[in-house]
């Protein structure tokens, strides 16, 4: 197996491929490892690269890692997706590193001798109909209006992925909170005719944003998505709380607020509107989500702690199980509201 490392040139200060080039010797001389090293020159240029050199080779088994932040894995993964022999891992060198945080956290993956060694497991996609595939989380409304203004305040020294979030979010409060949207889960209609949300977050794991746990009950190889979908209340003083309590994942109670799984989502917005996929942002009208099973082999370290967070997961389903699809009778209050 062949170990290419594909580096932002912006992680780490700047000096990623210089810090990480001597440890890789020293591992892969002590290890045995045949690996190699790409500096990204431009964005999604990643993307093209790993097709090319994984068909350079067909018969050759990749392992590709994105060094970098969420937009380095968004990058390595759309890379690999579709190719038969290759996977991807992940040495996090950003400021948000939402994806890994279910499998252990930023600590577990930059021990770079426990991501070599680690070993892949199947994950599931999102399918996001134009093209792209997400592994961590989509959404429209507020949250991706934020993620939008995010990137602007990324560019100050004086923020980190977080920060810029919070100040985004309180920036997006002021000028902008509440898009009109036509929503449809598994091709039923959620909502007759169209209401005004908050967001609607469309789940293959946990958190984004820096660290806002928006889908507390996602798994990234069940089969579904997990749907947060927030309708915005009459004064918009009343969402304050939400944002609280969704760094914590304990929002799903909040009034106005359904929290399903389902295998696709469709969104029509009556305006322009930003649509965030793994933190990539554009502007639509339209979007579509669907759930690819399994489509990803994604590496584990050892030292992750994937397994424990199974097993809560599954003790969460037996005594409190997530509602599948939209129910009959909940269409009829939704129309009557």
């Not at 426990?114 to 429209?140: H, T, W, Y």
Request: include cysteine; charged fraction near 25%; charge should be negative.
């Amino acid at each position: 197996m062949k170990h290419v490392f594909i580096i932002n040139p912006k992680a780490g200060k700047g000096k990623a491929a210089e810090t990480m080039r001597p440890q890789l010797k020293e591992i892969g001389a002590r290890l045995g490892v045949d690996w190699e090293m790409h500096v990204t020159s431009r964005a999604y240029e990643a993307i093209e690269f790993i097709k090319e050199r994984a068909a350079r080779e067909p018969d050759e088994y990749f392992r590709f890692y994105a060094c970098g932040g969420d937009g380095t894995v968004f990058e390595v993964a759309n890379g690999v997706y579709g190719v038969p022999n290759a996977e991807f891992a992940v040495i996090p060198l950003g400021s948000g590193n939402d994806f890994i945080r279910l499998f252990g956290g930023k600590s577990v993956f930059l021990e770079l001798e426990n991501v070599i060694l680690g070993e892949s497991v199947p994950i599931d996609v999102i399918d996001c109909g134009n093209g792209q595939i997400a592994v961590n989380q989509c959404s429209m409304g507020f949250d991706a209006e934020a993620c939008a203004m995010q990137i602007k305040y990324k560019r100050s020294p004086l923020f980190t992925g977080e920060t810029a979030y919070i100040a985004a979010m309180f920036n997006r409060f002021l000028t902008r909170m509440g898009e009109v949207f036509e929503v449809s889960l598994d091709g039923v209609p959620y909502d007759d005719e169209g209401r005004r949300y908050l967001l609607c977050a469309v789940a293959n794991s946990r958190w984004y944003g820096g660290g806002f746990m928006v889908a507390p009950r996602a798994m990234p190889d069940d089969g579904y998505l997990d749907c947060m979908i927030i309708r915005m209340r009459e004064n918009k003083f009343q969402m304050l709380p939400v944002a609280t309590q969704m760094r914590k994942g304990e929002h799903l109670g909040f009034p106005h607020s359904e929290y399903i799984r389902c295998k696709k989502v469709e969104i029509l917005a009556h305006r322009d509107s930003a649509v965030n996929v793994d933190g990539e942002m554009s502007t639509v009208r339209k979007s579509c989500f669907e759930i690819r099973e399994k489509a990803l082999k994604f590496v584990l370290p050892v030292g992750h702690t994937y397994d424990t967070v199974r097993a809560q997961w599954e003790e969460d389903e037996k005594t409190n199980p997530v509602q599948f699809g939209v129910h009959e009778s909940k269409i009829k209050v939704k129309k009557e509201a």
